[in-house]
T-cell receptor
Framework: GAVVSQHPSWVICKSGTSVKIECRSL??????MFWYRQFPKQSLMLMAT?????????EQGVEKDKFLINHASLTLSTLTVTSAHPEDSSFYIC?????????????FGQGTRLTVV | AQSVTQPDIHITVSEGASLELRCNYS??????LFWYVQSPGQGLQLLLK??????LVQGIKGFEAEFKRSQSSFNLRKPSVHWSDAAEYFC?????????????FGKGTLLTVNP
């Protein structure tokens, strides 16, 4: 299957700083990627749809100025958590799918554990 | 409201026992249906999916799921559980008319396997 890679796997940052998480499709091009957030012992909640070459589409209740998404190439989307606070601590996961295959599956990165101290 | 529900938050089974994890959906039409597994601190791995056709779907790792339209269900089963199956299991859907890749997840079922 297709491979999606996230970096870093985990990160600890100080409150007030920004942190960038990368999502790469290693063996295919992805015009669209998705960013999810998972709180401890809870389900994954879609945060936003990352669109190559255009603005991301955010889900209701997600602050676009706080969670900056850039999809500058067909293999890379980045999520930047700006001015991070402890409540932003969470598990962030991206997904992508190879284009042009009709009904197919989403491939997920391994996730990034963010801890804000 | 449209949703996907996993009624069981936590299930414990003995190794070798059979397993069934429940998933129900609430949409006007049949969505695309998926089961994912997540090991601690890891991403998600697709076990199986249903779009149409045969209602009994075979997946990886010995898992299968049966789509029942009358019950709006897509339950995951395994005849004999192994200790390595301990993980979190998520049922997910793509709502009718939605993007194939934009998933809505259930809250998950944590599976514990006793030796």
């Amino acid at each position: 299957g297709a491979v999606v890679s996230q970096h870093p796997s985990w990160v600890i940052c100080k409150s007030g700083t920004s942190v960038k998480i990368e999502c790469r499709s290693l063996d295919f091009q992805a015009t669209t990627m998705f960013w999810y957030r998972q709180f401890p012992k809870q389900s994954l909640m879609l945060m936003a749809t990352s669109n190559e070459g255009s603005k991301a589409t955010y889900e209701q209740g997600v602050e676009k100025d706080k969670f900056l998404i850039n999809h500058a190439s067909l293999t890379l989307s980045t999520l930047t958590v700006t001015s991070a606070h402890p409540e932003d601590s969470s598990f962030y996961i991206c997904s992508a799918s190879p284009p042009g295959q009709g009904n197919t599956e989403a491939f997920f990165g391994q996730g990034t554990r963010l801890t804000v101290v | 409201a449209q949703s996907v529900t996993q009624p069981d938050i936590h299930i414990t089974v003995s190794e070798g026992a059979s397993l069934e994890l429940r998933c129900n959906y609430s949409y006007g039409a049949t969505p695309y249906l998926f089961w994912y597994v997540q090991s601690p601190g890891q991403g998600l791995q697709l076990l199986l999916k249903y779009f149409s056709g045969d209602t009994l779907v075979q997946g990886i790792k010995g898992f299968e799921a049966e789509f029942k339209r009358s019950q709006s269900s897509f339950n995951l089963r395994k005849p004999s559980v192994h200790w390595s199956d301990a993980a979190e299991y998520f049922c997910a859907v793509v709502p009718p008319g939605g993007s194939n890749y934009k998933l809505t997840f259930g809250k998950g079922t944590l599976l514990t396997v006793n030796p």
